[in-house]
Nanobody, 124 residues
Framework: QLQLVESGGGLVQPGGSLRLSCAAP????????IAWFRQAPGKEREGIAC????????YYGDSVKGRFIISRANAKNTVYLQMNSLKPEDTAVYYC?????????????????WGQGTQVTVSS
């Protein structure tokens, strides 16, 4: 069963930065959109960013636009999420996911390979 592996979460103070990584042991990320989702306690899962395979186009949700940057390192088969100017409301479990085919967007049901998630806590 294919699974992505997230890393890089942790505890950070408001205004700080973290970089999350999404790796794919044993399979390639080159041909699919990769997205980051997050889920805070008691809240619905939120799609926050995605990056296409074809031309590297990116999308950001309004809650993270201007603060987060998604990028690919194809040679490392890894996708990153650079998170800057973190706020307490960014506290959540962050998941990366691989799209079905060439789908590009934030609909969670269009992603069929997920990771286990990494906890990000923003607190002083």
């Amino acid at each position: 069963q294919l699974q992505l592996v997230e890393s890089g979460g942790g505890l950070v103070q408001p205004g700080g930065s973290l970089r999350l990584s999404c790796a794919a042991p044993g399979f390639t990320l080159d041909y699919n959109t990769i997205a980051w989702f997050r889920q805070a306690p008691g809240k619905e899962r939120e799609g926050i960013a995605c990056i296409s395979a074809s031309d590297g186009s990116t999308y950001y949700g309004d809650s993270v636009k201007g603060r987060f940057i998604i990028s690919r390192a194809n040679a490392k088969n890894t996708v990153y999420l650079q998170m800057n100017s973190l706020k307490p409301e960014d506290t959540a479990v962050y998941y990366c996911a691989r799209s079905r085919g060439s789908y590009y967007g934030q609909a969670g049901y269009q992603y069929d390979v997920w990771g286990q998630g990494t906890q990000v806590t923003v607190s002083s």
